[in-house]
């Protein structure tokens, strides 16, 4: 048996294209079922949906051979047991610094104050300011990152920007982009050699379906 590990919403729906191209459809989609383990048109081919930042775990305990995860959350994970041998191109965004509009936040960065960040990724807060030789205390939140300077309980937040909406919604403002992010496809060091022969042909159709959306 294949076990591949998705997370439902984005990082499910583009990975469907990629599986077709390996000749793999989902028996059911993760909306519509509470299953959490889903069949395939292959018989030795399972899906189990977990939580976006549970992927990497999963595939490094070899629970799942593969799966897919972004940048944002190998980087906190730490990428421990696993090859990353293919950036599937998807779920792109940047990982940035925002601020309340008006906040002024190259004055605090210079002025060399203890700031408070408030974000869901401390580890690449921690080494992005540390990098920077700024002192901060990091707050660490599990999602609406974006309310944090809104309501005083930081200065300033890391998190992920795609078209921008949502910081515009919130009076916030990008100060600094750390990173840009797509998801990678992430396979257990023992999988792929206990597991070859049924394994490399899949990734090589990951690989030519994301080369050809270059053509
Ligand atoms: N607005 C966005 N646009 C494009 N890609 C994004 C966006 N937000 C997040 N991503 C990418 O998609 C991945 C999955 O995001 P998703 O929102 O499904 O999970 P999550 O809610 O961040 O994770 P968890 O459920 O573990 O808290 C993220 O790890 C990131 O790489
Ligand atoms: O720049 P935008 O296009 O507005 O996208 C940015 C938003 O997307 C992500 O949240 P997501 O939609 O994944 O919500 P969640 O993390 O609460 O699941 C991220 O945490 C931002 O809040």
């Known amino acids: 048996m294949i076990t591949i590990a998705l997370s439902k919403g984005r990082i ?15 028996a059911e989609a993760p909306e519509s079922t509470r299953k959490l383990i889903i069949g395939t048109n292959q018989a030795d081919v399972q899906l189990i949906i977990v939580r976006a930042s549970d992927v990497p775990t999963y595939v490094q305990y070899g629970a799942a051979d593969l799966g897919v995860a972004g940048k944002d959350v190998l980087l906190e994970h730490g990428g421990q047991g696993l090859y ?6 998807i779920a792109k965004c940047a990982l940035m ?3 309340k ?18 974000t869901k990724y401390t580890e690449q807060a921690k080494d992005h300011f540390a990098s920077k030789g700024v002192h901060v205390d990091l707050i660490k ?20 920007v795609s078209t921008g909406g949502t910081l515009k919604a919130n009076n916030l403002v990008a100060v ?6 797509s998801s990678r496809l992430v ?15 899949m990734l090589d159709a990951f690989a030519t379906t994301v080369a050809s959306r270059h053509a």
């Open 84 to 89: 990353q041998p293919l950036d599937l191109e």
């Open 187 to 201: 396979v257990n060091q023992s999988s792929l050699k206990l597991k070859h022969d049924r394994l490399q042909p």
């Open 97 to 99: 610094v925002a601020v």
């Open 141 to 160: 939140l599990y999602g609406s990152m974006e309310l944090a300077p809104l309501v005083g309980l930081a200065d300033a937040i890391v998190d992920l």
């Open 12 to 26: 499910f729906e583009e990975t469907l294209p990629l599986l077709a191209a390996a000749g793999i459809v989902p």
């Open 176 to 181: 600094e982009h750390i990173r840009e992010i």
């Open 101 to 118: 509009n008006g906040f002024d936040y190259e004055g605090a960065v210079k002025q060399g104050a203890r700031m408070r960040i408030a």
